[in-house]
């Protein structure tokens, strides 16, 4: 069994360690640590059954696998802070903005890194997960990598710039589309239907809109599907087209990776 080292106890630590322990209980011990908030610790123990500590540095040296889940503006210090305690785990992060050459940079010559986007739904094995290695992972770690990744939703592996650029795709956007729901929501709510019945009419529309795209049909065509010639939907998407939804999405992605680059 490999120990899973997190540093860091928040929403995408527990999101992964989550997705990890439905698909590969016996695979990894599990022990997940953070700056010192005791209640979200004991409150991660009691779901995940995982073992917990306050202090990251009992932990490091024995880990086979280092897993970085703070804040971006938090990482650098904690690599310097963790730089002497690195023999040959993998360590891999999921911070938005902070690329392989960041991850590289403070720690020893050879140091195994990855650096790992995926998103919330990897809590139910979801996650459409993109990550770019390091110079050093060897073939068994980055194997290793894959085993973890595949716990949360398949994986593509792309290069340190598409990450960059492709964060706010994958990693934000599923933000994006649940304000689409929001949005939707509220309509059908004032259309008298009740909030559970709200949801779920516009989930499942999501849903069914998600199988129909992963099923390989080009948007397009499934536009072409749905809007009738001269129908009511062809209506809509003009009114959607005029207001500039293409350069509000833009826009959006736009601004996710001028804040990402804050980070230095
Ligand atoms: N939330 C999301 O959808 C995604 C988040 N990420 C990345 O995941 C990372 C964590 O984000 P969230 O989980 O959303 O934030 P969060 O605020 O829920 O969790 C952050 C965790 O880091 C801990 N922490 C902060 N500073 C620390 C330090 N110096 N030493 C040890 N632990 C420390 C906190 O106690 C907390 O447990 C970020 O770098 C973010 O860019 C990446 C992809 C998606
Ligand atoms: O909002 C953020 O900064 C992180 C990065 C990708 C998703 N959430």
């Known amino acids: 069994m490999q ?5 860091g106890a928040g929403r995408m630590a527990q999101a992964v360690i989550s997705g990890i322990l439905q698909q590969e209980q016996d695979r990894f011990h599990i022990v997940m640590s953070n700056r010192g908030n005791v209640a979200r610790l004991e409150q991660v123990k009691n779901k995940y059954g995982v073992e ?13 696998i280092l897993f970085l889940a703070v804040p971006p503006s938090q990482q650098q210090s904690l690599l310097h802070e963790m730089s002497p305690y690195l023999t040959n785990q993998l360590v891999f992060s999921v911070a938005a903005g902070v ?44 194997k290793t990598l894959l085993t973890i990744l595949k716990g949360i939703g398949p994986a593509q592996r792309v290069t340190e710039e598409q990450l960059h650029a492709l964060t706010p795709v ?12 929001e949005v ?18 516009v989930s499942q529309m999501i849903l069914g809109s998600a199988r129909m795209l992963s099923s390989g049909q080009k948007p397009k065509d499934l536009i072409d599907q749905v809007a009738t010639p001269g129908g009511s939907t062809a209506a809509g998407l003009k009114v959607l ?24």
């Open 170 to 181: 994958t990693g934000s956007a599923p933000a994006f589309m649940y304000y689409v729901a």
């Open 3 to 7: 120990k899973l080292l997190t540093i």
């Open 52 to 64: 917990i500590t306050t202090n990251w540095k009992d932990h490091v040296t024995n880990a086979d």
């Open 99 to 142: 690329g392989v050459r960041e991850l590289e940079a403070p720690l020893p010559e050879g140091a195994a890194v990855a650096w790992v986007m995926p998103n919330t739904a990897a809590e139910i094995g979801q996650s459409m997960t993109l990550y770019a290695l390091g110079q050093h992972v060897n073939e068994i770690q980055e």
């Open 184 to 201: 939707l929501t509220r309509l059908a709510r004032g259309k008298g239907v009740d909030e559970a019945v709200a949801q779920q009419l």
């Open 241 to 264: 087209q005029t207001e500039d939804l293409d350069g509000m999405f833009e826009r959006a992605v736009q601004a996710c990776v001028e804040k990402n680059k804050e980070v230095y």
